[in-house]
T-cell receptor, first 116, second 109 residues
Framework: GAVVSQHPSRVICKSGTSVKIECRSL??????MFWYRQFPKQSLMLMAT?????????EQGVEKDKFLINHASLTLSTLTVTSAHPEDSSFYIC????????????FGPGTRLTVT | AQRVTQPEKLLSVFKGAPVELKCNYS??????LFWYVQYSRQRLQLLLR??SRESIKGFTADLNKGETSFHLKKPFAQEEDSAMYYC???????????FGEGTQLTVNP
């Protein structure tokens, strides 16, 4: 089946630094990738939607200059959290929508970001 | 704007008992409805979608447009069904999923 990977699975960084999270679709091409944020025991909040080769569409209230998204190919999207603050600590999940089975979204395992 | 509501954050049943996880939505058009499941320490995965009208792991869900609901049901719960369940909606014109807040199901032995 279709698999989405994320790297790293967990990362700890200091305030003010930037951290990059990679999302890859391993065995399929993804027309669209999504980035979510999940707080403990809460639902997934969509941060942005990205299509390969074009600028990401950010949800209301999400700072695009802080959460940089690059979708350079049909199998790779990256989320860079710039100038990280402790309140950015969260679980970040990416999801990819298949070029073939466009109704289904496949989710990555998530990345736990802790900003100290 | 569309919205998905799961009124129960926690649901606990005994093994073998019927279980129903409630999901209501608000959307003026014709939505696509999904149920996703997240087992402990695992990623989110699709359980079923209303268009396919199938039963997965004994679970079924019927879209009731009159009541704007998409409740998930299983007649005999199993311990391995314990997980977090999310109802989600996608508009016919969009690609994004809108998730409910989730229901943590615990099936006790």
């Amino acid at each position: 089946g279709a698999v989405v990977s994320q790297h790293p699975s967990r990362v700890i960084c200091k305030s003010g630094t930037s951290v990059k999270i990679e999302c890859r679709s391993l065995d399929f091409q993804a027309t669209t990738m999504f980035w979510y944020r999940q707080f403990p025991k809460q639902s997934l909040m969509l941060m942005a939607t990205s299509n390969e080769g074009s600028k990401a569409t950010y949800e209301q209230g999400v700072e695009k200059d802080k959460f940089l998204i690059n979708h350079a190919s049909l199998t790779l999207s990256t989320l860079t959290v710039t100038s990280a603050h402790p309140e950015d600590s969260s679980f970040y999940i990416c999801s990819a929508r298949s070029l073939v089975n466009s109704y289904e979204q496949y989710f990555g395992p998530g990345t736990r970001l802790t900003v100290t | 704007a569309q919205r998905v509501t799961q009124p129960e954050k926690l649901l606990s049943v005994f093994k073998g008992a019927p279980v129903e996880l409630k999901c209501n939505y608000s959307y003026s058009g014709s939505p696509e409805l999904f149920w996703y499941v997240q087992y402990s320490r695992q990623r989110l995965q699709l359980l079923l979608r209303h268009i396919s009208r199938e039963s997965i792991k004994g679970f079924t869900a019927d879209l009731n447009k009159g009541e704007t609901s998409f409740h998930l049901k299983k007649p005999f719960a199993q311990e391995e069904d314990s997980a977090m369940y999310y109802c989600a909606l996608r508009t016919t014109s969009g690609s994004r999923l809108t998730f409910g807040e989730g229901t943590q199901l615990t099936v006790n032995p």
